[in-house]
């Protein structure tokens, strides 16, 4: 397992964490199974929290911690609100620990968080005061956080300096974090890339994306592992893990890559900026030709058709649209053209529909 710097704090993380919100609710041994053998892997980071799994996360995975918080980056999380008190956050923290069946947590996120949360945070009587109180009593060991704020208001919140990790989304078809990501590397933060794999839909093949690894990848998941590992400021890609299988893969994949250089990852990100150049040149899913009087999901057919055109995700495409609401779908298109004149980009929607009930209807 290749091990890298977690930010300032002195820790080795394994390249590869787990989010254990994806554990088996229904097979109890089989989710301590799946923990057990991640820390034979030398998988050393683990994220939970309380509410994941219909409450069950954190139970399904105590059984493969075995108690074993010292040596293991162990995340607990808890969000901020207006009723936040330091009594009720670090009653939070205990009751994590808890139920994990562990005395420390090397790291606990502030969850669910964005720019607009910090007075929330570090009012007085508030959060941070928890956080504090449980870091002295060595109750846990580091503050990260979680969210889906804007970059540009998560830049400002690891500007705070309250921040030794953000957990953030990124992965080939969402780079949105990337500027945040670099900063956090010049300001010395951990950066755990969650959604690595794009909530599943990197796990569809693409010859084009495979392509962008140097030397190949063997399939587009150990692409999209890959591609947020070459980002030197990434400090492990956090994928959602529920069977031993998709664990050994994604442990062989992570020892497989022999690494990549700036350049390298600079001519991969220049590559996904012309496909999304690319994509722009299609729908940009604007929504002026809503609503179809028809029930049609233009924006949402175009979308499905754009990420197999340009991305080759030509299966997963295909499987999102047998799975859509038959009046949503391009082949319940009447070609009545009210909808064209409203579009910006001049689009020619009735064409376009056919093609998509035709390339990924098979109609
Ligand atoms: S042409 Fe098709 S998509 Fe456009 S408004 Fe008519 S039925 Fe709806
Ligand atoms: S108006 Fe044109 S670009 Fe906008 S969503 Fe409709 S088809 Fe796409």
Redesign the pocket.
Known sequence: MQYRPLGKTGLQVSALAMGCMRLPQHDPELAAQVVDAAIAAGVNYFETTRGYINGRCQHLTAPGLKGRSRGLIVSGKTGVGEDTTADNYFAEIELQLEILGVDYLEFYQVGWFGWDRVPMLTKKGGALEALDKARSQGLIGHIGFTGHDSPENFTKVIETGIFESMTIPYSMLNRAYAPTIARAGELGVGVVAMCPVAGGMLASPSPQLQALIPGGAHTTAAAALQFVLANHAVSCACSGMNTLEMLAENVATVNAFAGASADDHARMDGILDEFRTLGARFCTACGY?MT?????D?PGNFGLYNNARVYGLAGWAKGQYAGMATEKR?D?????????PKCPNTLP??AQ?EAVARELGGG
């Open positions: 030709c179809c009087q028809h029930g049609v233009i391009a319940a298109c009447t070609q009545c053209g009210e909808c064209e929607i009735r529909l």
